[in-house]
């Protein structure tokens, strides 16, 4: 049987997503409870992996099992055993000869990230692990610019880590950047959102950055589309902090979570009760 889960997670409670020995991992966590609850050794599969920080909204991941578990019971056991820094959302069961992989049936991902700009300094103590907190301000045509010059495929050698790759080509789908009504947080609070086929390692961040230099004032978009051509990883600016990236969606086509397209079973996570007042 496969079983196929959408999960979120607390990326600064982590060492990244990917299993590793000797530190917590969102990969381990999961596996440990999967294991207890399956009563069998569980290897799990994902759509990606994020670093140390990062932060999952939509991750996918999916494992095989010879146990027949309602979904239900898989859900709300690991959720229970989890506590608050990992939790599934959504389960699906596949059927046995269904050769879905969350990675390599991936047809796009999709990336947000958190700028509080014009942030009061009280602001980061409060809002650092979720966000990245400017004192700058940011200019909204000098940043949405610098992210056309990213839209439709290149290569990235520029925008990511040193890593050998068979091919630094990606193609991304969309980038935009656009500030967000809310009188909450003390600063102007933006959403950048990033779609692509696929990325490279730190290639959101690098992005984010230079766009965010852009929007200071610090870099043009000719600057921009200077970087992105030299193909040279040295002038890529300094990553944008881990802390407000976020894993935010998958897609695809057939959808997995869906009974009319792929699933045989699916289910919702239950919404967490909270406080519990007694009348």
């Not at 889960?5 to 990244?16: P, Q």
């Not at 019971?73 to 990992?86: A, K, T």
Request: proline fraction near 5%.
């Amino acid at each position: 049987m496969k079983y196929v889960l959408k999960i979120s997670y607390d990326g600064e409670s982590f060492n990244g997503f990917q299993r590793q020995p000797n530190v917590v991992t969102v990969q381990g966590r999961l596996e440990q409870a999967l294991s207890k609850l399956f009563c069998e050794s569980i290897e799990l599969v994902a759509a990606g992996r994020t670093d140390t920080g990062v932060h999952g909204i939509g991750q996918v991941i999916a494992f095989d099992s010879q146990v027949d578990r309602p979904l239900k019971g898989v859900v709300e056991g690991v959720n229970g055993r989890l506590g608050d820094s990992i939790s599934i959302s959504e389960a699906a069961l596949l059927p046995d000869d269904s050769q879905f992989h969350p990675r390599f049936a991936a047809q796009a991902r999709t990336y947000h990230y958190l700028v509080l700009s014009d942030c009061h300094a009280s602001a980061h103590s409060l809002w650092g692990r979720r966000m990245w907190c400017l004192r700058d301000s940011l200019e909204h045509s000098r940043i949405s610019q610098a992210c056309e010059v990213f839209l439709g495929e290149h290569d990235f050698t520029t925008f990511t880590s040193r890593c050998d790759m068979p091919s630094y080509t990606r193609t991304v789908l969309e980038f935009s950047a656009r500030p967000t009504e809310q009188d909450f947080l003390p600063g102007k609070l933006w959403r950048i959102e990033v779609r692509a086929n696929a990325f490279l390692r730190k290639m959101v961040r690098l992005m984010v950055a230079a766009v965010v230099e852009s929007g200071i004032g610090l870099l043009s978009r000719d600057d921009v589309r200077k970087k992105l051509k030299a193909l040279e990883p040295d002038t890529a600016p300094h990553p944008a902090p881990p802390s407000g990236l976020y894993f935010a969606d998958v897609q695809y086509e057939p959808d997995p979570f869906s009974t009319a397209q792929l699933a045989l079973q699916t289910y919702r996570a239950r919404p967490r009760r909270g406080f519990i007042f007694k009348g």
